[in-house]
T-cell receptor, first 111, second 115 residues
Framework: GQQLNQSPQSMFIQEGEDVSMNCTSSSIFNTWLWYKQDPGEGPVLLIALYKAGELTSNGRLTAQFGITRKDSFLNISASIPSDVGIYFCAGHASRDDKIIFGKGTRLHILP | NAGVMQNPRHLVRRRGQEARLRCSPMKGHSHVYWYRQLPEEGLKFMVYLQKENIIDESGMPKERFSAEFPKEGPSILRIQQVVRGDSAAYFC?????????????FGPGTRLTVL
């Protein structure tokens, strides 16, 4: 079945640093989604990507839909304490109604 | 502008009891999805429903688990005769269903603890 590999699994950074995480798939997706989950809460949609090569920003967040349709990355610039949480990538293939989720990247900011 | 609502937020059950988890989708959304999340894990798809129809239940265990989304009222995920391994966070998401399954919006989750 389809699998998403999300990396890194966790990150420890200093406040103000830029962050980059990515997802790769074993098959083609038509939609890539990036979510953030805070402790005790549900995932919140950050960015949705619908077209290969698409580069979309949401404030300090930028995400791209890879040209091969098998990968996506999320960048966070100038990290702040409230960026701490778990970031999930998710992909959707048109032949299947299910969204497949990566296992998440846990972002920690060092004091 | 209410989002996806789930209740209860926390549910404690003893082994063998029944758990009923409720989800009210966003206004105007007719598609509901249920996911399960274990600690330190990602989200695992369980079931996809439209009003009065189960579209895909391939991620839901065949025994003890059932889901419905009636014409009126919230979607219900029902777990009968709960066991300790059912302890997890259960999330509901909804989408408008205009373009497939993309752009799902999640509720805050129900955290089930089985004693």
């Amino acid at each position: 079945g389809q699998q998403l590999n999300q990396s890194p699994q966790s990150m420890f950074i200093q406040e103000g640093e830029d962050v980059s995480m990515n997802c790769t798939s074993s098959s083609i997706f038509n939609t890539w989604l990036w979510y953030k989950q805070d402790p005790g809460e549900g995932p919140v949609l950050l960015i949705a990507l619908y077209k290969a090569g698409e580069l979309t920003s949401n404030g300090r967040l930028t995400a791209q839909f890879g040209i091969t349709r098998k990968d996506s990355f999320l960048n966070i610039s100038a990290s702040i304490p409230s960026d701490v949480g778990i970031y999930f990538c998710a992909g959707h293939a048109s032949r299947d109604d299910k969204i497949i989720f990566g296992k998440g990247t846990r972002l920690h900011i060092l004091p | 502008n209410a989002g996806v609502m789930q209740n209860p937020r926390h549910l404690v059950r003893r082994r063998g009891q029944e758990a009923r988890l409720r989800c009210s989708p966003m206004k105007g959304h007719s598609h509901v999805y249920w996911y399960r999340q274990l600690p330190e894990e990602g989200l695992k798809f369980m079931v996809y429903l439209q009003k009065e129809n189960i579209i895909d239940e391939s991620g839901m265990p065949k025994e003890r688990f059932s889901a419905e989304f009636p014409k009126e009222g919230p979607s219900i995920l029902r777990i009968q005769q709960v066991v300790r391994g059912d302890s997890a966070a259960y999330f509901c998401a909804s989408s408008p269903g205009l373009a497939g399954a993309d752009t799902q919006y999640f509720g805050p989750g129900t955290r089930l603890t089985v004693l």
